[in-house]
């Protein structure tokens, strides 16, 4: 079985709800997945918006996540390291936690990218992107997108 994303938020393309945006309570959505490989020994998510003006912007990377877990829930605090042992990293608003839509016009897509991983990543809280990119590289075994549109 594949690795799969969802969220009872919106659907795989479908419009993100304005809670989840600048324009509302900003909060994260819930995320599930099934399908981790048995040799999984950590998740990362990385949540970006390729449609920024200034290039990819990102708004949510998480990494650490057991492999156990089946999930997150609505809206995840934007600690340092969560109590399940999960590290917030930086994202483009240059704080730790979800930043939700705020596209400065048109509609955003926003890919929400979970990766299973071979290990546990050697980094601190705080790491961006790319360094969990550079960190994940070799030991990505199956990873899922779901798409989700918002428009001001």
Known sequence: MALQITSAAFSEGGMIPKPYTCD?????????????PEATKSLALICDDPDAP????VHWVLFNIS???????????????????AKHGTNDF??????????????HRYFFKLYA????LSLASGATKAQVEEAMQG????EAQLMGKYKR
Do not use: K
């Open 24 to 36: 509302g309570t900003d909060v994260s959505p819930d995320l599930s997945w099934t399908g981790v």
């Open 94 to 107: 240059r704080r730790l936690g979800y930043g939700g839509p705020c596209p400065p016009g048109g509609t």
């Open 139 to 142: 030991h990505i075994l199956a």
């Open 54 to 57: 200034v290039g990819t912007w």
């Open 117 to 120: 991983l071979d290990t546990v």
């Open 67 to 85: 492999a156990g877990e089946t999930g997150i829930p609505t809206e995840v605090a934007p600690e340092a390291t969560l109590p399940n042992g």
